[in-house]
């Protein structure tokens, strides 16, 4: 395991951001090019991203806040701007670096963080090299992917062989969406509140109804922000598979049996959906999320899940499993 030394007790959270100040260009190809900082806040090209700089580039102000949070441990990994998909042949050196630095900054907080690396989707070679490497770094855990690349997931092709690369290697994958733009979304934030939701249900889908999990019962793949719509729409699909050939012909199991298999984070927003969530997951795999530091973060992560009939011991327990690190004695 990548994860050598102890980690803090207490509750992790397993969806979190950091970017070092050197790497706020965005690999080659990137649209729009480049994160910077202005008077303190960062912004994405033009457009501000309501989040200080500090917050997402200062790894002591993360370890900070992480305490603040009364969160036990924080996975951190990189905002989905960073995904090299635009020029994947091109972000060789730039993942590498990313990859240098997250292990450097998080073996630095004494077990308070621990990271999920950068890699390519597109080439299962450049894929496996870099998770390899990843598996000698102290304090990594696990790599953070995009859940859609030029209309594919992860039910066929490359993406699907990345996930087994995962599951050779040992590593977790946190499966994160990017705001795909598309022009009825164009007003009122929708690239984000109703586009980073679809785009995970997609990848979830994709998943269930391919195999996936029947071929690689070893994956450990968590998707954010609670499964996006997938939790209100597994009856849908559980329908679909049971009265229509073409839906079920890639899985042996019903999508209800395969969706226990898989990790949820817990932003939600919602304690009904929260509710919705938890009723269809696996106790076991359902784990606590922030999306610190961004503007759609759950602000209060451990008391929200608290007061709404989660056990600490539990969510701590479950963040173990997920990252590879060794159960709390």
Same mark, same amino acid.
């Given at each position: 395991?990548?994860?050598?030394?102890?980690?803090?007790?207490?509750?992790?959270?397993?969806?979190?951001?950091?970017?070092?100040?050197?790497?706020?260009?965005?690999?080659?190809?990137?649209?729009?090019?480049?994160?910077? &900082?202005?008077?303190?806040?960062?912004?994405?090209?033009d457009h501000p991203l309501f989040v200080t700089?500090? /917050?997402?580039?200062?790894?002591? $102000?993360?370890?900070?806040?992480?305490?603040?949070?009364?969160?036990?441990?924080?996975?951190?990994?990189?905002?989905? !701007?960073? !995904?090299? *998909?635009?020029?994947?042949?091109?972000?060789? &050196?730039?993942?590498?670096?990313?990859?240098?630095?997250?292990?450097?900054? *998080?073996?630095?907080?004494?077990?308070?963080?621990?990271?999920?690396?950068?890699?390519?989707?597109? &080439?299962?070679?450049?894929?496996?090299?870099?998770?390899?490497?990843?598996?000698?770094?102290?304090?990594?855990?696990?790599? $953070?992917?995009?859940?859609?690349?030029?209309?594919?997931?992860?039910?066929?092709?490359?993406?699907?062989?990345?996930? $087994?690369?995962?599951?050779?290697?040992?590593?977790?994958?946190?499966?994160?969406?990017?705001?795909?733009?598309?022009?009825?979304?164009?007003?009122?934030?929708?690239?984000?509140?109703?586009?980073?939701?679809?785009?995970?249900?997609?990848?979830?889908?994709?998943?269930?109804?391919?195999?996936?999990?029947?071929?690689?019962?070893?994956?450990?793949?968590?998707?954010?922000?609670?499964?996006?719509?997938?939790?209100?729409?597994?009856?849908?699909?559980?329908?679909?598979?049971?009265?229509?050939?073409?839906?079920?012909?890639?899985?042996?199991?019903?999508?209800?049996?395969?969706?226990?298999?898989?990790?949820? &984070?817990?932003?939600?927003?919602?304690?009904?959906?929260?509710?919705?969530?938890?009723?269809?997951?696996?106790?076991?795999?359902?784990?606590?999320?922030?999306?610190?530091?961004?503007?759609?973060?759950?602000?209060?992560?451990?008391? !929200?899940?608290?007061?709404?009939?989660?056990?600490?011991?539990?969510?701590? /327990?479950?963040?173990?499993? !997920?990252?590879?690190?060794a159960p709390r004695a």
């Amino acid at each position: 395991m990548a994860v050598t030394g102890s980690v803090r007790a207490g509750v992790i959270d397993v969806h979190a951001h950091w970017l070092p100040r050197e790497l706020l260009s965005l690999p080659p190809g990137s649209l729009p090019r480049g994160m910077h &900082d202005r008077d303190g806040e960062l912004f994405l090209g033009d457009h501000p991203l309501f989040v200080t700089t500090e /917050a997402m580039t200062d790894i002591e $102000a993360v370890v900070a806040d992480t305490l603040k949070a009364g969160l036990g441990a924080r996975a951190v990994s990189a905002p989905p !701007f960073v !995904f090299p *998909v635009h020029a994947p042949a091109e972000a060789d &050196d730039y993942i590498a670096t990313y990859n240098d630095r997250l292990a450097e900054a *998080v073996s630095s907080t004494g077990g308070i963080l621990v990271g999920l690396g950068l890699i390519r989707v597109d &080439d299962v070679d450049a894929a496996r090299r870099e998770m390899n490497r990843l598996t000698a770094m102290d304090g990594i855990a696990g790599v $953070a992917v995009p859940p859609l690349v030029q209309g594919q997931s992860y039910g066929e092709g490359v993406m699907r062989d990345v996930l $087994a690369a995962a599951t050779d290697t040992g590593l977790a994958v946190l499966v994160h969406p990017m705001q795909l733009p598309r022009p009825e979304w164009k007003d009122h934030y929708l690239t984000n509140l109703i586009g980073n939701p679809v785009e995970t249900t997609t990848a979830v889908a994709s998943l269930l109804l391919s195999g996936v999990m029947d071929e690689l019962p070893d994956l450990r793949i968590c998707f954010v922000h609670g499964g996006g719509c997938a939790p209100s729409l597994l009856g849908r699909w559980e329908h679909g598979w049971r009265s229509r050939a073409d839906v079920r012909q890639g899985s042996a199991h019903p999508p209800t049996a395969a969706f226990t298999h898989l990790y949820f &984070d817990t932003v939600t927003h919602d304690p009904e959906v929260l509710r919705l969530l938890a009723a269809h997951a696996s106790r076991d795999r359902i784990l606590c999320g922030s999306d610190y530091p961004f503007d759609m973060a759950q602000p209060e992560p451990v008391r !929200f899940l608290l007061d709404n009939g989660l056990d600490a011991a539990t969510l701590e /327990a479950n963040g173990r499993q !997920f990252l590879g690190i060794a159960p709390r004695a």
